[in-house]
Every structure is written in structure tokens, then in C-alpha cells.
């Protein structure tokens, strides 16, 4: 994922991509010149002052447009797209371009979404779970769910069923450090079932309309999480009220998306927030809820191709206290395996006409079920 993220290489790197180009040769014969207050400039050094004075008012134009660019995706929440904004006049344009941009604080806020990026990826295909290594190793197998499509609704055409596991499962493993229970899954589905929108439109038809998580989620109360900020499409706060072991709590949580288009991936990460986090100040819990002891992370990468579509997702649950070991078997053998049946089947219920999310993905009104159309770019998959 690293590789796609341009901020954070500029930023990290010291290759001669990252360093500020060199200024033409008029605006580096200005730059020696004295200043303008003082007498005695030959006519055409005056000449070169006022050339370079232009050419610096082109840099600030070209700047700007970048910036405006970059803070209209930033607004949405969109950090790809912000770092495309700012990528296309890092790597080419001049010195004074690139002074701007790295001095702005859309450049600080783009550089930290695009790092954030790089440790969902680290942490989903990588090393970077609280000491747990890539694939399997250092996991325990938790449990398998069957994951035939046609019974959650997801008919296959003759071209992915050629391709499609003879006998597909979503494995769930686990590993326990001190208070953390980390948990990792990987599974399969069909890129495209009939007509209908690409299966990642479902997935993310479940998260983003916050109004119908009653459709597919076991301990939410009421209709789902209560929106703490301005909605936007990318990046959210939510407080979602749940009821768990007969308590009812509430999580807080920073909601994020990230489209990587041209990798033909999906990152989704879910923030939960400390209940000593001066965020509960600011927002308290609702009346009757408690915070919810600990907090949860959750990753997610979707790796869309032209007919499969391969799912990864790693939760870590952070305890108050180390975690009992019915807990774990309770999560492992019930909760995890009913939310993602009831995520599957969600899920392709999300792409069907007359279904409950139908209407929001017919207007798609935040542009995200277009991002899932252009996404399958990915080949071999």
C-alpha cells in the first residue's frame, strides 16, 4: 500500500523525487539580486526582478488551484483524493510550488490520512498486530463459515464459478497479548452477482447508511450509530449504542474510508475511542449508556478483481482487563460468525432492487457506490 501512497513517500523518502526541484534559471539569477529598496539595479536586472516576480505569481496560481483541490476532497473526507491533488504539482512543479504545498496544513493533514493508510495496510497484510506475524503464523484457528454464495444470495455467472474455491470459507483466527484479543479473517466472494452493483457496494452500503445497521448488526439499539459530526461520505465520528451480555454501552468510534482505485482496493478502519479520551467530554454518552470499557480497532482491505473479491479483516479488542477466556469463545463461536452471516446476506440484500438500501444506492447521493463500480481494476484475481 505504500507504494500507492505518494504524501508519505515524499515525506519519508530522500530520493531526489522528494526534494524540491530546482528553480528556472531566471527566477535563481532573481533570487541573488538585491533588493528592490536599494538603488542602482541595471535595467535588466530590474527586468529579471520584475520576470521573476510574474513567474512567482504563476507558482502561488498553480499552488492555490492545488490547495483549493486538496481541501475540497479533504472536506469529504477523501484522502486519496486530496493526496492526488497534491501529488500532481509535488511532482512536477517547481520549487516555490512545492515550498507552499509542504507549508500548508492540507499538506499536514493529507500526509497524516496517507499514514494511517499505510499502518491499516501494515496491520491487515503485514506484521504490525501487537507482535503477530503475516498469514497464519503466531494466529489460533478460531472457527470456519461456510461461504457458499447462493446461500447468502449471491448468484455466480459461468465465468466465476469456473474460478470460485470448490469449497469457499471465511477462517477466523485469534491471538491474545496481555488484554488484547486480536482476531483476523479471510474469505471470498464474487465480484459481480448478476446485474446488480459489485458485492463491495454492499459492504459498504452497510457502514455508510448509518440509519439501517438494524438490518445486519445482532447488538445494535435502535436504528444504528448516532452521527457526532457533520456527515461526510470518507471519514465520520459515530457513537454506536450496543447491548452486550444483557449491558447496554455505547463505542465511539473515528469511521474511515479509503479507495485506492488503480490497486483495485478498498481500506476500511474503524477508531474506537478510549473511555478516558477527552472525546466523551465533548460528546457524552447517551442517557442510560455507559462508555464501553476498552476500545475496538478494525481494519479492513478489499481486493476487488474482475471476478473474485478477497476480504481481509483484523479487529483488535483492547480490555480493561485481561480477557476471560468464555469472552473469547463467546466471540469467536457466536458473535463474529453472526455478524458476518448476517453481513453476507445483508450485504447482497444491499445490491437487490426493492431492498432496504436500494433507494440510497440508486441516488448515491455521496458518490461511494460509483467508487465501487470503478474499483475491480485488479487483475488475476
Given at each position: 500500500?505504500?507504494?500507492?501512497?505518494?504524501?508519505?513517500?515524499?515525506?519519508?523518502?530522500?530520493s531526489?523525487?522528494?526534494?524540491?526541484q530546482?528553480?528556472?534559471?531566471?527566477?535563481?539569477?532573481?533570487?541573488?539580486?538585491?533588493?528592490?529598496?536599494?538603488?542602482?539595479?541595471?535595467?535588466?536586472?530590474?527586468?529579471?526582478?520584475?520576470?521573476?516576480?510574474?513567474?512567482?505569481?504563476?507558482?502561488?496560481?498553480?499552488?492555490?488551484?492545488?490547495?483549493?483541490?486538496?481541501?475540497?476532497?479533504?472536506?469529504l473526507?477523501?484522502?486519496?483524493?486530496?493526496?492526488?491533488?497534491?501529488m500532481?504539482?509535488?511532482?512536477?512543479?517547481?520549487?516555490r510550488?512545492?515550498?507552499?504545498?509542504?507549508a500548508?496544513?492540507?499538506?499536514?493533514?493529507?500526509?497524516?490520512?496517507?499514514?494511517?493508510?499505510?499502518?491499516?495496510c501494515?496491520?491487515?497484510?503485514?506484521?504490525?498486530?501487537?507482535?503477530?506475524?503475516?498469514?497464519v503464523?503466531?494466529?489460533?484457528?478460531?472457527?470456519?463459515?461456510?461461504m457458499?454464495?447462493?446461500?447468502?444470495?449471491?448468484?455466480?455467472?459461468?465465468?466465476?464459478?469456473?474460478?470460485?474455491?470448490?469449497?469457499?470459507?471465511?477462517?477466523?483466527?485469534?491471538?491474545?497479548?496481555?488484554?488484547k484479543?486480536?482476531?483476523?479473517?479471510?474469505?471470498v466472494?464474487?465480484?459481480?452477482c448478476?446485474?446488480?452493483?459489485?458485492?463491495?457496494?454492499?459492504?459498504?452500503?452497510?457502514?455508510?447508511e448509518?440509519d439501517?445497521?438494524?438490518?445486519w448488526?445482532p447488538?445494535?439499539?435502535g436504528?444504528?450509530?448516532?452521527?457526532?459530526?457533520?456527515r461526510?461520505?470518507?471519514?465520520?465520528?459515530?457513537?454506536?449504542?450496543l447491548?452486550?451480555?444483557?449491558?447496554?454501552?455505547?463505542?465511539?468510534?473515528?469511521?474511515?474510508f479509503?479507495?485506492?482505485?488503480?490497486?483495485?482496493?478498498?481500506?476500511?478502519?474503524?477508531?474506537?475511542?478510549?473511555?478516558?479520551?477527552?472525546?466523551?467530554?465533548?460528546?457524552?454518552?447517551?442517557?442510560?449508556?455507559?462508555?464501553?470499557p476498552?476500545?475496538?480497532?478494525t481494519?479492513v482491505?478489499?481486493a476487488?478483481?474482475?471476478?473474485l473479491?478477497?476480504?481481509?479483516?483484523?479487529?483488535?479488542?483492547?480490555?480493561?482487563?485481561?480477557?476471560?477466556?468464555?469472552?473469547?469463545?463467546?466471540?469467536?463461536?457466536?458473535?463474529?460468525?453472526?455478524?458476518?452471516?448476517?453481513?453476507?446476506?445483508?450485504?447482497?440484500?444491499?445490491?437487490?432492487?426493492?431492498?432496504?438500501?436500494?433507494?440510497?444506492?440508486?441516488?448515491?447521493?455521496?458518490?461511494?457506490?460509483?467508487?465501487?463500480?470503478?474499483?475491480?481494476?485488479?487483475?488475476?484475481?
Amino acid at each position: 500500500c505504500s507504494s500507492t501512497n505518494g504524501v508519505a513517500r515524499q515525506a519519508a523518502s530522500g530520493s531526489a523525487a522528494a526534494q524540491p526541484q530546482e528553480p528556472s534559471v531566471l527566477t535563481k539569477t532573481a533570487l541573488v539580486l538585491p533588493s528592490r529598496q536599494f538603488g542602482g539595479l541595471a535595467g535588466d536586472a530590474l527586468a529579471a526582478v520584475e520576470l521573476a516576480e510574474a513567474d512567482a505569481g504563476a507558482s502561488d496560481a498553480v499552488a492555490d488551484a492545488a490547495l483549493r483541490a486538496c481541501r475540497a476532497r479533504l472536506d469529504l473526507g477523501d484522502i486519496v483524493g486530496a493526496e492526488t491533488a497534491l501529488m500532481a504539482e509535488l511532482e512536477g512543479g517547481g520549487r516555490r510550488v512545492i515550498e507552499r504545498l509542504r507549508a500548508s496544513p492540507e499538506y499536514a493533514e493529507t500526509l497524516q490520512g496517507a499514514q494511517h493508510m499505510e499502518q491499516v495496510c501494515l496491520e491487515v497484510y503485514g506484521e504490525g498486530v501487537a507482535g503477530s506475524k503475516a498469514g497464519v503464523r503466531g494466529w489460533t484457528k478460531g472457527c470456519e463459515i461456510r461461504m457458499d454464495p447462493n446461500e447468502f444470495g449471491m448468484p455466480m455467472d459461468e465465468a466465476t464459478a469456473k474460478v470460485f474455491p470448490p469449497d469457499p470459507k471465511y477462517t477466523l483466527y485469534y491471538s491474545i497479548h496481555g488484554k488484547k484479543l486480536n482476531i483476523k479473517g479471510d474469505g471470498v466472494i464474487p465480484t459481480r452477482c448478476g446485474d446488480m452493483l459489485p458485492s463491495l457496494a454492499g459492504f459498504v452500503a452497510m457502514y455508510l447508511e448509518t440509519d439501517l445497521w438494524s438490518e445486519w448488526h445482532p447488538m445494535i439499539i435502535g436504528k444504528g450509530p448516532l452521527e457526532k459530526t457533520e456527515r461526510r461520505p470518507y471519514h465520520n465520528l459515530w457513537q454506536i449504542p450496543l447491548k452486550f451480555l444483557m449491558q447496554t454501552q455505547v463505542e465511539m468510534v473515528e469511521h474511515r474510508f479509503h479507495f485506492l482505485t488503480e490497486r483495485g482496493l478498498m481500506l476500511m478502519s474503524l477508531e474506537g475511542t478510549p473511555p478516558s479520551h477527552a472525546l466523551w467530554e465533548t460528546y457524552p454518552p447517551p442517557r442510560g449508556h455507559k462508555p464501553l470499557p476498552g476500545y475496538n480497532q478494525t481494519r479492513v482491505a478489499v481486493a476487488a478483481g474482475e471476478l473474485l473479491t478477497y476480504f481481509t479483516t483484523v479487529v483488535t479488542i483492547n480490555g480493561e482487563f485481561a480477557i476471560p477466556e468464555f469472552i473469547v469463545r463467546l466471540v469467536m463461536t457466536w458473535l463474529l460468525p453472526e455478524m458476518i452471516r448476517r453481513q453476507l446476506k445483508a450485504g447482497a440484500a444491499c445490491l437487490k432492487a426493492g431492498g432496504p438500501h436500494s433507494a440510497r444506492t440508486d441516488v448515491d447521493a455521496d458518490g461511494l457506490y460509483a467508487e465501487c463500480v470503478r474499483l475491480p481494476s485488479c487483475r488475476g484475481l
